[in-house]
């Protein structure tokens, strides 16, 4: 398997929990939490991210890295948002220094 496709693989598995619902699924206990438990591991693992980043771990923070990855992708998976749209976003966003993108998304949220 591709590293471009592992995120996609991930959240294929993760509608396959929903839709089949298995008793031992850690991602169904974490959709029938509904959308605050989800955000407070998105939160956590935010965290665990940030505070791996501080040390001198490349492994620690990779780790880290793919717990948030994952719990974002159950997010996107509890409301039909799919991967394919956030990469969309980011590629219409690509070319465009970060500081220009930010200013028009707030004059295009504003309107």
């Given at each position: 398997m591709s590293r471009?496709?592992?995120?996609d693989r991930v959240y294929d598995v993760?509608?396959?929990r929903r839709r089949e619902r298995p008793a031992?699924?850690?991602?169904?206990r974490l959709l029938d939490g509904g959308h605050e438990a989800i955000a407070a591991?998105?939160?956590e693992e935010a965290e665990e991210l940030i505070e791996a980043a501080a040390g001198d771990d490349a492994g620690h923070v990779a780790h880290?890295?793919?717990d948030l990855l994952f719990h974002t992708l159950?997010?996107?998976?509890?409301?039909?948002?799919s991967p394919a749209?956030?990469?969309a976003e980011l590629e219409g966003r690509f070319g465009t220094g970060g500081l220009?993108?930010?200013a028009a998304r707030g004059k295009s949220h504003a309107e």
């Open positions: 471009a496709e592992i995120l993760i509608l396959a031992d699924s850690y991602v169904v591991k998105i939160r880290e890295a793919a159950v997010l996107l998976g509890s409301v039909d948002v749209r956030a990469w220009a993108e930010k």
